[in-house]
C-alpha cells in the first residue's frame, strides 16, 4: 500500500512540473522573453535546464526498471553541458523524450 502511495505522489509532482515546464519553454518561445534583462533571460534557461533534468529524473523513477538502467550522473557537468545547449550528449529518459515530441507536435 505505501508503495503505491509513494507512485500515486510522485506521477502529480511529475504532472505538476511537466505543466509548469511546458509553460516555461512556451514563454521562452515569445517575443516577450527576449524584451526582459540578459540576466532575467539567463536565469529562466538556467530555470528550464533544471526543471528538465528533474523531470527526466522523475520520468525514469515512474517509466523505467530503475535498477535495470544505467542512471546517467549529470552532476554539475550536467548543467553546465545542459547550458550550451546538451552538448555533451547527456541522455534523455524515454518520459522526457515523449514530452517532447508532445511539444513539437502542438
Keep these: 500500500m505505501e ?8 506521477i502529480k509532482e511529475q504532472s505538476e512540473l511537466k505543466d509548469k515546464f511546458v509553460k516555461l519553454v512556451n514563454f521562452i518561445n515569445t517575443p516577450e522573453f527576449f524584451k526582459l534583462s540578459d540576466n ?17 529524473t522523475l520520468n525514469m523513477r515512474l517509466y523505467e526498471n ?3 538502467i544505467t ?11 545542459g547550458m550550451l545547449g546538451n ?10 523524450k515523449k514530452l517532447e515530441s508532445e511539444l513539437n507536435n502542438k
Design 66 to 68: 530503475v535498477d535495470e
Design 40 to 56: 532575467n533571460r539567463k536565469l529562466l534557461i538556467n530555470q528550464k535546464i533544471a526543471m528538465e533534468l528533474y523531470l527526466n
Design 87 to 96: 552538448s555533451f550528449g547527456f541522455p534523455k529518459s524515454d518520459g522526457v
Design 3 to 10: 508503495k503505491e502511495n509513494w507512485k500515486e505522489r510522485l
Design 71 to 81: 542512471v546517467p550522473d549529470y552532476g554539475f557537468m550536467g548543467l553546465f553541458g
